[in-house]
């Protein structure tokens, strides 16, 4: 019999399917104007789904970010689970303030709104955007987030539904550095990342 107590739980980040404003060019932040998901994002979810289904080993629970593209989200991945679903808000997306809605292409540096441009936030972790939170922030919360989930149910495997700003977080071991990028890799939209925490 396996000890759950000293056994690692195994979170399955798992980034929303394309949304509205992923189509749009726009940046989401934790904008409520943000729209759900497209077909092309439902598809993908299910996809993600019926992955997840045909693993040996099953997940107990499915905790998602509230916004509704990752809502929309989790929802599919439950119910082709049969497993209940928790919403956490610090499984959010960086809030990006001023930035929210803006188009990828828009010239920030000339807006005066504008304290940066999402690239410039990477360079410079503890930057933050007028009304938003900087990627040293965005960190701090994700990380307790995961410590938090691993610490309720050792040994287990859970799915995270969230952004691609938290799964970044998820997979940089270290908190950031003043002066010191942090690195944006990529992450598709219903993509898994797996890590183990112990």
Do not use: C, K
């Not at 938003?132 to 040994?155: K, N, W």
């Not at 495997?157 to 799964?167: A, I, K, R, Y």
């Not at 071991?173 to 990028?181: A, D, Y």
Request: charged share 20%; glycine share 8%; hydrophobic share 40%.
């Amino acid at each position: 019999m396996t000890d759950v107590t000293t056994s690692p739980t195994v979170l399955h980040l798992i980034r929303h399917g394309e949304s509205t404003w992923n189509l749009a060019g726009r940046i989401q932040g934790q904008s409520p104007e943000a729209g759900g998901l497209t077909a092309a994002g439902r598809a993908q979810a299910q996809l993600t789904a019926d992955l997840l289904a045909e693993r040996p080993s099953r997940p107990t629970a499915i905790v998602a970010s509230d916004l509704i593209r990752a809502r929309e989200t989790a929802e599919i991945i439950a119910s082709r689970l049969s497993l209940p679903l928790e919403f956490d808000p610090e499984l959010r997306e960086q809030r990006l303030g001023v930035l929210e809605g803006q188009r990828l292409d828009s010239p920030f540096a000339d807006d005066p709104t504008a304290l940066a441009t999402v690239d410039r936030l990477w360079r410079e972790p503890f930057l933050r955007p007028a009304g938003g939170e900087s990627i040293a922030d965005m960190y701090a919360r994700v990380h307790r987030a995961l410590r938090r989930h691993a610490t309720t149910r050792p040994g287990t495997e859970l799915v995270l539904v969230t952004h691609g700003g938290p799964v970044r977080m998820a997979s940089t071991p270290e908190p950031p550095t003043p002066g010191v990028p942090v690195p944006r890799v990529g992450v598709d939209n219903a993509s898994v990342t797996s890590i183990t925490m112990t």
